[in-house]
């Protein structure tokens, strides 16, 4: 009886481990990718994601973020930024003393270069689109990524990609876009007298002053010809001294940091008079905010949890977002996204490429084909030695023995019959999952045919051995 109760333990053992080897079969292929599958599906999210980033997305993330009433507060003047500028130029006439009955702003252009900020605004098929779609002209709002300034989304949006270059570069663009500049800001403290403001924006010279002075009423004509943005430290230190300039202006002198300035040439004229020239530097404070449209696009369910995760990090890159299309497609950036995703395919079913398992490399063939071979022969080893039991089996005694596979009740007897058939639906998974059944190799169907076999010669084997013990049990 000790003999049998051994012998009883070990096809216990040897059963629990070709189901162990089938469940880590299932679970390798099922929840891992190799480089190539990863890579198309990477593919696929870059070609979504800047289907979802356009110009009009980011207009209204942009327009959300200025206000958060759901409008671009701006708006509530018909031309917010001849507004803007108007009114500031009037207070820095009055910062230096030019008081004239009225100061009209008559036209205003924008005109930025092109190699510091986008497209040329003077362009003449790209004036009634600026007018109707600036971000700049219609809520006093820049985006900018530290190095460029983007006033409107054809700064962002320069025409459809059609190849894999295009996407990344406008994705390359969108990530790094990430300050938004809006609401500026001009008070007249900027002119406070004999200090080293004062020395940094000494405002017009006397001259210039006195033949304004002479003109009863000014008009003006203005061309906005370039922005600079001050550095974060300055920013910090303006917003501390602001506590300070109401009560205290001559502190308020002390606090040393630059403002953000706009570049303004202007011609100002009256009646009877010559147009006078003169450029100025109209020093202002943006207000600083992060937009979220990258943000809100890579949260939708659509696309991985790791593509947010890796943007949170600091991933400003279509090479940092997309590691492993970057990493097999670095050179083929000039192909059509369909074009690289069949590319992508092809070298997926032909490289036999490693596995990614719980972050470890694994070779495809080491699993689909050594692996199973290694299950198939634990369960071959089973077979052998369950058909020994049958041979050693008392008939005329009860088995008590804590294995499922010598239990009476029919429950017990289905379940492990479909355990016995485990192995080879492991098999067939790993043999057939990414092709049909007409394009599989020898190999495939040779492992195939083993498993098939095993299977029905353990069930036989159980179903013999339920005859001979469970007579009334069928």
Same mark, same amino acid.
């Given at each position: 009886?000790?003999?049998?109760?051994?012998?009883?333990?070990?096809?216990?053992?040897?059963?629990?481990?070709?189901?162990?080897?089938?469940?880590?079969?299932?679970?390798?292929?099922?929840?891992?990718?190799?480089?190539?599958?990863?890579?198309?599906?990477? @593919?696929?999210?870059?070609?979504?994601?800047?289907?979802?980033?356009?110009?009009? !997305?980011?207009?209204?993330?942009?327009?959300?973020?200025?206000?958060?009433q759901n409008r671009i507060a701006?708006?509530?003047?018909?031309?917010?930024?001849?507004?803007?500028?108007?009114?500031?130029?009037?207070?820095?006439?009055?910062? +230096?003393?030019?008081?004239?009955?009225?100061?009209?702003?008559?036209?205003?252009?924008?005109?930025?270069?092109?190699?510091?900020?986008?497209?040329?605004?003077?362009?003449?098929?790209?004036?009634?689109?600026?007018?109707?779609?600036?971000?700049?002209?219609?809520?006093?709002?820049?985006? $900018? &990524?530290?190095?460029?300034?983007?006033?409107?989304?054809?700064?962002?949006?320069?025409?459809?990609?059609?190849? +894999?270059?295009?996407?990344?570069?406008?994705? &390359?663009?969108? @990530?790094?876009?990430?300050?938004?500049?809006?609401?500026?800001?001009?008070?007249?403290?900027?002119?406070?007298?004999?200090?080293?403001?004062?020395?940094?924006?000494?405002?017009?010279?006397?001259? @210039?002053?006195?033949?304004?002075?002479?003109?009863?009423?000014?008009?003006?004509?203005?061309?906005?010809?370039?922005?600079?943005?001050? =550095? $974060?430290?300055?920013?910090?230190?303006?917003?501390?001294?602001?506590?300070?300039?109401?009560?205290?202006?001559?502190?308020? =002198?002390?606090? &040393?940091?630059?403002?953000?300035?706009?570049?303004?040439?202007?011609?100002?004229?009256?009646?009877?008079?010559?147009?006078?020239?003169?450029?100025?530097v109209l020093p202002v404070i943006?207000?600083?905010?992060?937009?979220?449209?990258?943000?809100?696009?890579?949260?939708? !369910?659509?696309?991985?949890?790791?593509?947010?995760?890796?943007?949170?990090?600091?991933?400003?890159?279509?090479?940092?977002?997309?590691?492993?299309?970057?990493?097999?497609?670095?050179?083929?950036?000039? *192909?059509?996204?369909?074009?690289?995703?069949?590319?992508?395919?092809?070298?997926?079913?032909?490289?036999?490429?490693?596995?990614?398992?719980?972050?470890?490399?694994?070779?495809?063939?080491?699993?689909?084909?050594?692996?199973?071979? *290694?299950?198939?022969?634990?369960?071959?080893?089973?077979? +052998?030695?369950?058909?020994?039991?049958?041979?050693?089996?008392?008939?005329?005694?009860?088995?008590?023995?804590?294995?499922?596979?010598?239990?009476?009740?029919?429950?017990?007897?289905?379940?492990?019959?479909?355990?016995?058939?485990?192995?080879?639906?492991?098999?067939?998974?790993?043999?057939?999952?990414?092709?049909?059944?007409?394009?599989?190799? *020898?190999?495939?169907?040779?492992?195939?045919?083993?498993?098939?076999?095993?299977?029905?010669?353990?069930? @036989?084997?159980?179903?013999?051995?339920?005859? !001979?013990?469970?007579?009334?049990?069928?």
């Open positions: 009886m000790q003999e049998l109760n051994t012998l009883l333990q070990h096809l216990r053992s040897i059963h629990l481990s070709f189901i162990l080897a089938a469940a880590a079969i299932f679970m390798a292929l099922s929840t891992s990718n190799t480089i190539f599958e990863t890579a198309i599906q990477q @593919l696929r999210d870059v070609v979504q994601l800047a289907d979802i980033l356009t110009s009009d !997305q980011v207009s209204t993330s942009i327009g959300l973020a200025v206000s958060p701006a708006r509530s003047e018909p031309n917010p930024l001849e507004s803007f500028v108007e009114t500031s130029l009037t207070e820095y006439f009055g910062a +230096m003393e030019i008081y004239p009955e009225s100061i009209e702003l008559e036209y205003l252009s924008v005109e930025l270069e092109r190699e510091e900020f986008g497209h040329i605004g003077t362009i003449d098929d790209f004036l009634e689109f600026e007018a109707e779609r600036s971000w700049f002209r219609n809520s006093l709002a820049l985006l $900018s &990524d530290g190095e460029t300034i983007y006033t409107s989304p054809l700064d962002l949006f320069a025409g459809s990609p059609k190849s +894999m270059e295009g996407y990344r570069a406008r994705l &390359d663009r969108l @990530l790094v876009a990430d300050t938004l500049y809006f609401r500026p800001s001009f008070h007249e403290f900027y002119f406070s007298r004999s200090t080293r403001v004062s020395e940094r924006y000494p405002g017009l010279p006397q001259e @210039l002053r006195n033949r304004l002075n002479d003109l009863a009423t000014i008009k003006l004509s203005v061309s906005l010809t370039g922005i600079e943005l001050t =550095d $974060s430290r300055s920013r910090e230190v303006f917003e501390t001294s602001q506590g300070h300039v109401q009560d205290d202006p001559v502190g308020y =002198d002390d606090y &040393d940091f630059r403002f953000d300035e706009l570049l303004l040439k202007c011609r100002a004229y009256a009646r009877g008079s010559d147009a006078i020239r003169f450029d100025l943006f207000q600083v905010i992060r937009p979220e449209f990258i943000a809100d696009a890579l949260k939708q !369910q659509k696309f991985d949890d790791v593509y947010y995760a890796r943007y949170l990090s600091g991933a400003r890159s279509f090479r940092r977002l997309f590691p492993e299309l970057m990493q097999v497609s670095d050179y083929l950036m000039s *192909l059509s996204p369909e074009a690289l995703e069949d590319y992508l395919e092809d070298q997926k079913q032909r490289s036999g490429a490693p596995i990614s398992v719980l972050g470890l490399q694994v070779s495809r063939d080491l699993i689909e084909v050594w692996g199973v071979l *290694l299950m198939l022969s634990i369960q071959l080893y089973f077979c +052998m030695h369950y058909r020994t039991l049958l041979d050693r089996l008392p008939t005329e005694k009860a088995i008590m023995f804590p294995w499922i596979g010598v239990y009476r009740h029919k429950l017990s007897a289905l379940v492990f019959q479909l355990s016995i058939a485990f192995p080879l639906a492991a098999t067939l998974y790993a043999a057939f999952r990414r092709r049909p059944a007409s394009d599989a190799g *020898l190999d495939d169907i040779a492992l195939a045919a083993l498993a098939l076999t095993l299977f029905v010669w353990a069930e @036989l084997t159980y179903l013999r051995f339920r005859k !001979q013990h469970f007579v009334d049990a069928t």
